[in-house]
């Protein structure tokens, strides 16, 4: 499969975006610096109506379970030496896609010595308790999956449901070296289809997104991309890498982007709807994300994780909440005060099996 030129879009669609509060919403245990890439379900999806979300550390894939989607219990793994979960939900199964990897690799990764490798996998399970065995979907076998000094990777998988029988899967592909991180981020984003989200997957001819010198924001890497439907187009948030040349440092942030047809992309804002900060636990990068949209709420909820120092020595990576209005319903402060006066908050320790309610108790 080859990609079709680019063209704009019609008729934009521009969302308001609010974080639910300063501090991270999940922090990462010791003895691993970073809590990374999550994804979830809300409690309307799930068996147990309760919010699941997944995320990875340096060791594997965690599974966290919460009443109302800000205070989480302990988690559990899910499985060893994964990273990068997408999960998604279909006619009472569950799936999750994740990067897999050798054994200690992340860890090794780090030195300039070891080359990387992955695979895009997927596991499936009824009760999101009990996970079948993994099923290979894509093997990094394009050149575009390869780097001839940093290795072969493909990772961040993002199903999107096209139609009753075509599923695509948006993944990253090789690797670029980000100097002052010390590791490697994602070169392109590429796509495959299939007729099932078990495979077997067509890769498309070429990657759908690369880096772009003249891109403030995507001159590095392009980092990777979730992509849902909404109405009659397709929203993307990319995490693209970038180099500043003036402060001399990289970073990362997020990127809106709009489709017809999920192929060809306008960036709607002009620059990244969230990005660092320079300081806090935000300061240096602001990397993958997960967005659904709640009909219930009418609102976008995206969790993401962002890292506070660059340097694989001292950096360290937790998960934050953003969540959106669109702009021609009511306005954002309207649906979310993350104040004293929330009564959202309030409203926290009521339990609901229907509706979707991002709420902290007090």
């Not at 695979?119 to 009990?130: A, F, G, N």
């Not at 979907?137 to 990777?153: A, E, M, R, V, Y």
Request: one cysteine or more; a positive charge.
């Amino acid at each position: 499969m080859s990609l079709k030129p680019k063209k704009n879009i019609k008729n934009k669609t521009n969302i308001y975006w609010k974080l639910y509060q300063d501090e991270p919403i999940l922090k990462p245990n010791f003895p691993s610096p970073i809590l990374a890439d999550p994804s979830f379900l809300f409690p309307e999806n799930t068996i147990d109506h309760k919010w699941h979300l997944f995320a990875h550390n340096i060791f594997g894939i965690l599974h966290f379970r919460s009443e109302n989607g800000i205070e989480w219990e302990k988690p559990k793994y899910v499985v060893k030496n994964g990273m990068r979960p997408f999960i998604f939900q279909e006619a009472g199964e569950y799936f999750l896609y994740y990067e897999k990897y050798k054994p200690f690799h992340v860890l090794m990764s780090w030195f300039p010595f070891r080359r990387w490798k992955s695979e895009i996998v997927v596991l499936t399970s009824k009760d999101l308790k009990t996970w079948s065995d993994p099923i290979s979907l894509i093997q990094p076998t394009k050149d575009f999956h390869k780097d001839k000094k940093w290795g072969n990777s493909v990772g961040n998988p993002c199903l999107v449901k096209i139609d009753d029988s075509k599923y695509r899967l948006y993944y990253s592909s090789s690797l670029v070296y980000v100097k002052d991180c010390g590791f490697c981020e994602p070169l392109h984003i590429s796509v495959a289809e299939s007729s099932s989200p078990k495979g077997p997957f067509r890769l498309f001819t070429q990657p759908l997104f690369s880096p772009n010198k003249e891109d403030p924001y995507v001159n590095l890497g392009a980092g990777a991309i979730k992509v849902l439907r909404w109405r009659d187009r397709y929203f993307g948030f990319q995490n693209g890498i970038f180099w500043n040349p003036v402060r001399k440092e990289s970073g990362s942030a997020i990127l809106f982007l709009q489709s017809e047809d999920g192929l060809n992309w306008d960036r709607i804002n002009p620059g990244p709807i969230l990005g660092p900060t320079g300081k806090g636990w935000k300061g240096s990068h602001v990397y993958a994300c997960d967005v659904k949209y709640s009909d219930a709420e009418k609102i976008f909820i995206m969790y993401f994780n962002a890292r506070d120092r660059a340097h694989w020595t001292s950096g360290k990576e937790a998960i934050g909440l953003f969540v959106g209005k669109v702009e021609e319903e009511e306005s954002l402060k309207e649906i979310l005060k993350v104040k004293k006066n929330n009564p959202a908050r309030k409203k926290a320790t009521k339990k609901s099996k229907t509706k979707t309610k991002v709420s902290k108790k007090r």
